[in-house]
C-alpha cells in the first residue's frame, strides 16, 4: 500500500477514536436531568412560616390532613423514573420526630407534549405525563408553569397543586381518602 493511503487511513482511525471517546465524555452538566437516575421531584421548603400561610389560604372549605409549600424540579420530568417524598423529613417540618421521609418511586409509561411544556412558562401547551408506581398509575399535567397530579398511598390521598393565585408556586397536599367525594 502506498505510504500516504497509510497515513490517510491512521489519521482516520485516530479520529473515529477520538470522537468516540469525546462523546463518550460528555458532561452531565449541560443535561441537568441526567446528574441523578431518580431525581427527586420537588424538595420541602425550607420557609415554615410562608408553607402554613399559602396552606391556610389554600385550604379554605377543605379538608386537609396536611399541606407543605415545595420546591418543584422541572428537571425530573425529562428523566425515566422520579422519586417523590411522600412525607417531609423532621428536618424539612422542624420536628423532634425522627421518622425518615417514605420515598416513592414513580417509573415513566409515556410523556406528550413535554418538550413543548418546558420551554417556556406562559406556553399555552400541556404536558401529560404518565407513571407507574407501587401505589397504582400517576399522572402529572403542566399548564403555562402549573403543575398538577395526584398519587393515592395506603389510605391517603396525596396532591401536587399549584398555589391560590401565585405564579411560581406548588403546594403538596394530604387528604383522608374517605372525605374525598
Not at 89 to 95: G, I, R
Not at 102 to 122: F, Y
Not at 147 to 175: A, D, R
Amino acid at each position: 500500500m502506498n505510504f500516504l493511503v497509510r497515513i490517510q487511513l491512521l489519521f482516520a482511525a485516530a479520529q473515529l477514536f477520538l470522537n468516540t471517546y469525546l462523546v463518550l465524555a460528555c458532561s452531565a452538566s449541560n443535561h441537568p436531568h441526567f446528574l441523578k437516575r431518580t431525581p427527586r421531584l420537588f424538595a420541602y421548603s425550607s420557609d415554615v412560616t410562608k408553607s402554613e400561610k399559602l396552606c391556610a389560604k389554600q385550604g379554605k372549605g377543605r379538608e386537609l390532613l396536611s399541606c407543605h409549600a415545595v420546591d418543584l424540579n422541572f428537571h425530573a420530568f425529562l428523566a425515566k423514573s422520579i422519586s417523590i417524598a411522600v412525607t417531609p423529613s423532621a428536618v424539612d417540618t422542624n420536628s423532634v420526630s425522627h421518622e425518615d421521609p417514605e420515598e416513592m418511586i414513580l417509573v415513566k409509561r409515556m410523556e406528550l407534549g413535554l418538550d413543548m411544556a418546558l420551554k417556556d412558562d406562559s406556553s399555552p401547551a400541556t404536558a401529560q405525563i404518565s407513571y407507574s408506581s407501587p401505589a397504582g398509575n400517576v399522572v402529572f399535567v403542566i399548564k403555562a408553569g402549573k403543575v398538577f397530579g395526584t398519587v393515592s398511598e395506603g389510605g391517603n390521598t396525596y396532591s401536587l397543586e399549584p398555589c391560590y393565585k401565585q405564579k411560581t408556586c406548588h403546594l403538596w397536599v394530604k387528604y383522608d381518602k374517605k372525605s374525598i367525594k
